[in-house]
């Protein structure tokens, strides 16, 4: 009888299955072929009890030289005890309080693997009910024919026999058809699906399931790169209106007023848009940048290309606080460029709108009608640019900041509004490791903006252990000299906290802590830690000897729109000594004038978060100064914090952050409740790293001559199971 990959496991291994899919949600001969073994056990060199010591969960291969049972005294029934004897002739004993079922296995001779916790009982070895797993298979058919036993996540009921007796009877039978091409296993050297199953269940040493690894490895980075090259294939198919770049412009003339040189690297981003702006299909540009690289410069001007082209472009922003940040940093750049129709405005100029969720009705509708007739050549706003009734005259670029924030739904419905598919520019501050952009972004042609701007200076940044009085003080003295020389601070805190009661709830504008959600109790118990909240931190500083008659302030989400504007209005203006806040100054906020960020608790953001936010300061004339507070005494938590303290390279720290996070956060699986389809591929590994350039490669030609894949079934089934909707939408989102 022939199975598929399909097939249930209930006619096929009876009570096994019923076991298997309560415990382990495994219901199919494909789901059994995926339920690998977690490690390897090799019999000849390991499995002895010098390997392990008091207290440890072991494994042990030994074989049975006594077994006796006697009636307990104390309660019902027989107590087994059973001696092992491993390869090197020392001895543990079992013991099981109820021998029903085991008097009858376990006797002299019986060979096996033995797991459990490791205790002493009056001097010697012991092993209380462990599970044990015996070699009965016989010469003639060893279960365990390689040298390498496998074991499998725990299944309660079931022994890692049953299962590589279960996967043999599947192996045996299963018609399991193979994705991959036969030409392209044959020039990435992968062996064929069936038998990669066989050298990660049945290995004969490390080599084999090293191999069988790999292929499942090169499969996963097969699906993804495949649909990223379709997606490629389809916004080449799609027809865009071209925008071609034009002389004595708006571009031209913004390019005269500039107070400094761009960049080398501002420069040829630009040259990079200006050609993706005039093709016939859409452009799809990621522009990545260290904090301060000058993203918004090279954005702006590639709005500029396109109202000369006679087109309007778009700027879509995560945040009111950024929007409005976006909306007066570009009027302030262009000056009479953006006073089209006004008095004083020059003749060439444009208008820059700004739409939001809080204005208005009245001036909702003005700038509503000045959008959709055209005086607007740049309209920026926050999820209100996409409702439904906001219309362009002729939207050609959607700039999108912050892309993560934005779900595919949203972008697309921008998109939507114009008569053509719009160019796409997509920024995003948090540099990105290469094997992330090849595996989130890869759809995407991708710009970088490695160098600052000349002028912008440097940035140091301390750890300041939160549980030291006189540290703590010390930084509240550092702030305070700062102040007094004519600059401004940032007070940055995890949390919003409570005016009345002092309760620290998590609020919705703030991402969730990427770090340590506990600090560890005095014996290494979880303990709740309560966090810093503005409210509270804002009254501690009012009271705070060093500071006393500066001017402190507090801003974060939950305040009304007016009152955030007013607040950062006037911390711009300088009338702000020390703005306490939540991270809703994370991204996009720019005072020159501010030097130093004290942030509280810093243990629980991100080491990217920590960059970004580190990055306002330091922006205008004077170096910075970041001091990063944590009460943590977790030294895994503290050399972290230490990493982004002694580097201001956010390539460099980009990577730290992957190496230390799970590739399932970074792509989105983490939450789904579903299979990750990155359950193998390691994006941190230098082997894995080449799998994903080969399947790179690999999908670009399959795609170029079959993009729906009509000729390979195998592999647009395995897309359409591996990626679901919504680690589909997630990939879109980035």
């Known amino acids: ?163 590589t007796r279960a996967l043999r009877l599947v192996l045996d039978e299963v018609e399991l058809p193979d994705p991959v091409p036969p030409g392209i296993r044959r020039e990435r050297g ?162 820059v709108a700004l739409l939001t969720g809080s204005m208005t009705k009245a001036q909702r509708e003005k700038v509503l009608l000045d959008v959709a007739t055209g005086p607007v050549g740049i309209v920026i706003g926050t999820h209100a640019l996409i409702q439904e009734h906001v219309m362009f005259a002729d939207l050609g670029l959607v700039v999108v900041d912050e892309q993560h924030r934005f779900g595919v739904e949203q972008r697309d419905a921008l998109r939507a509004k114009a008569i053509r598919p719009p160019h796409v520019l997509v920024m995003t501050a948090t540099p990105i490791p290469r094997t992330v952009a090849m595996t989130v972004f890869g759809d995407m042609d991708t710009s970088t903006l490695s160098e600052l701007p000349r002028g912008r200076q440097p940035i140091a940044t301390h750890v300041v252990p939160g549980i030291r009085p006189d540290w703590v003080a010390r930084t509240w003295a550092r702030v305070a000299e700062e102040v007094r020389a004519g600059h401004q601070a940032y007070v940055v805190c995890p949390r919003i906290g409570d005016p009345m009661d002092g309760s620290l709830e998590v609020v919705s504008e703030d991402d969730p802590p990427e770090a340590d959600d506990y600090a560890e109790g005095e014996e290494g118990e979880a303990t709740p830690r309560e966090l810093t909240g503005v409210y509270q931190q804002i009254e501690r500083l009012r009271e705070e000897p060093s500071l006393a008659g500066m001017r402190i302030e507090m801003l974060h989400g939950k305040m009304p729109p007016d009152q955030k504007e007013a607040v950062m209005q006037a911390f711009g203006r300088g009338e702000i000594d020390v703005l306490v806040s939540t991270t809703v100054i994370e991204v996009g906020v720019d005072v020159p004038n501010a030097t130093a960020m004290v942030v509280m608790d810093a243990d629980r953001f991100g080491i990217s978060q920590l960059h970004q936010l580190r990055g306002r300061v330091g922006r205008g004339g004077a170096a910075g100064l970041c001091l990063l507070v944590s009460d943590t005494e977790n030294p895994l938590t503290i050399a972290r914090l230490e990493a982004v303290a002694s580097t201001t390279n956010g390539f460099e720290l980009a990577d730290l952050d992957l190496s230390l996070r799970r590739e399932g956060d970074i792509l989105g699986a983490a939450q789904s409740g579903s299979r990750s389809q990155l359950r193998l591929l390691r994006l941190t590994h230098k082997s894995d790293v080449q799998l994903i ?42």
Not at 193 to 214: E, N, Q, S, T, V
Not at 325 to 345: C, F, T
Not at 712 to 731: C, G, I, M, S, T
């Open 693 to 734: 350039d080969f399947a790179r490669e690999d999908a670009a030609m399959l795609v170029a001559d079959d993009p729906a894949l009509t000729d390979h079934p195998q592999l647009a089934a395995l897309v359409a199971e591996r990626l679901d909707a919504e680690q589909a939408a997630f990939l879109e989102r980035g």
């Open 1 to 163: 009888m022939a199975f598929t990959p399909e097939s249930s496991l209930k006619p096929i291994v009876g009570d096994l299955a019923t076991r298997l899919a309560k415990h382990r949600d495994v219901h199919t001969v494909g789901d059994l072929l995926d339920f690998l073994p977690r490690r390897y056990l090799d019999a000849s060199k390991s499995g002895r009890l010098a390997d392990f010591a008091p207290g440890e969960d072991v494994v042990l291969v030994a074989t049975v030289v006594a077994a006796t049972t006697r009636t307990m005294r104390q309660r019902r029934g027989k107590m087994l005890t059973v001696v092992l004897e491993d390869a090197d002739g020392q001895r543990a004993d079992l013991v099981f309080f109820k021998a029903y079922g085991h008097e009858a296995r376990l006797v002299p001779g019986a060979h096996g693997v033995f797991r459990g916790k490791l205790q002493t009982y009056q001097g010697s070895w012991q092993l209380a009910h462990p599970d044990y797993t015996l070699f009965d298979g016989g010469e003639a058919d060893p279960v365990y024919r390689g040298g390498l036993i496998p074991l499998y996540p725990t299944v309660k009921g079931v022994t890692d026999m049953q299962l």
């Open 190 to 351: 992968l062996p064929v699906l069936a038998d990669a199953y066989r050298l990660l269940h049945f290995p004969m040493d490390a080599k084999d399931w090293g191999r069988g690894k790999r292929r499942l490895r090169y499969d996963e980075a097969l699906v993804v790169q495949t649909v990223l090259a379709q997606r490629r294939a389809e916004a080449q198919a799609e027809e865009a209106t071209p925008r071609h770049a034009t002389s004595g412009g708006l571009l031209a003339a913004f390019d005269a007023k500039l107070p400094f040189e761009l960049t080398d690297g501002q420069r040829r981003v630009g040259e990079q848009i200006e050609h993706d702006l005039a093709q016939g299909h859409p452009m799809h540009r990621l522009l990545q940048g260290e904090v301060g690289s000058g993203k918004t410069i090279v954005a702006l001007r590639a709005m500029l290309a396109a109202i000369d082209a006679g087109a309007q472009a778009a700027l879509l922003a995560p945040t009111e606080v950024l929007a409005q940040q976006h909306a007066r940093s570009i009027r302030a750049m262009l000056g009479e460029l953006a006073e089209a129709g006004m008095l004083g405005g020059a003749d060439n100029a444009t208008q």
